[in-house]
């Protein structure tokens, strides 16, 4: 789900329920104003608290989608609220496990997505090598 593919090699992540454009919006960010539920499972912390949306958090939920595909479709941090969550993230600084059909190389890739500070996330230009390369 929410993944679209044009070429073997050109792959799309998606939601269309939450898409916006951020070319025109200030530091290409996007700052939701609407207050309908989101899906924090797949989300980075600062959409979360803020609910502030980037190509950085695209990052993040890719790789919590990557995380999904090797874990064979679990949910990420099931039953825990936007709260527990975002406590697990922060405070305990938690991360998703290494799914079993997930290699270490890979699973780094993964971790790195999931850096707290946004500027600390790989591009997707990087990511695109990165796994080329694994």
């Given at each position: 789900?929410?993944?679209?593919l044009s070429t073997p090699d050109h792959v799309?992540?998606?939601?269309?329920?939450?898409?916006?454009?951020?070319?025109?919006?200030?530091?290409?960010?996007?700052?939701?104003?609407?207050?309908?539920?989101i899906p924090c499972a797949c989300y980075a912390?600062?959409?979360?608290?803020?609910?502030?949306?980037?190509?950085?958090?695209?990052?993040?939920?890719?790789?919590?989608?990557?995380?999904?595909?090797?874990?064979?479709?679990?949910?990420?941090?099931?039953?825990?609220?936007?709260?527990?969550?975002?406590?697990?993230?922060?405070?305990?600084?938690?991360r998703l496990s290494q799914p079993y059909l997930?290699?270490?190389?890979?699973?780094?890739?993964?971790?790195?997505?999931?850096?707290?500070?946004?500027?600390?996330?790989?591009?997707?230009?990087?990511?695109?090598?990165?796994?080329?390369?694994?």
């Amino acid at each position: 789900r929410n993944i679209l593919l044009s070429t073997p090699d050109h792959v799309k992540i998606c939601d269309f329920g939450m898409a916006r454009s951020v070319q025109n919006q200030e530091h290409g960010q996007y700052k939701m104003k609407e207050t309908h539920k989101i899906p924090c499972a797949c989300y980075a912390p600062e959409s979360i608290r803020h609910k502030l949306f980037s190509s950085k958090s695209d990052v993040w939920s890719f790789g919590v989608t990557l995380w999904e595909c090797f874990s064979l479709c679990e949910q990420p941090w099931p039953y825990l609220t936007a709260a527990d969550i975002l406590n697990k993230l922060e405070t305990e600084s938690k991360r998703l496990s290494q799914p079993y059909l997930c290699s270490r190389s890979f699973y780094r890739v993964l971790m790195s997505c999931w850096e707290h500070k946004p500027e600390d996330r790989p591009t997707f230009s990087y990511l695109k090598v990165a796994v080329k390369g694994i």
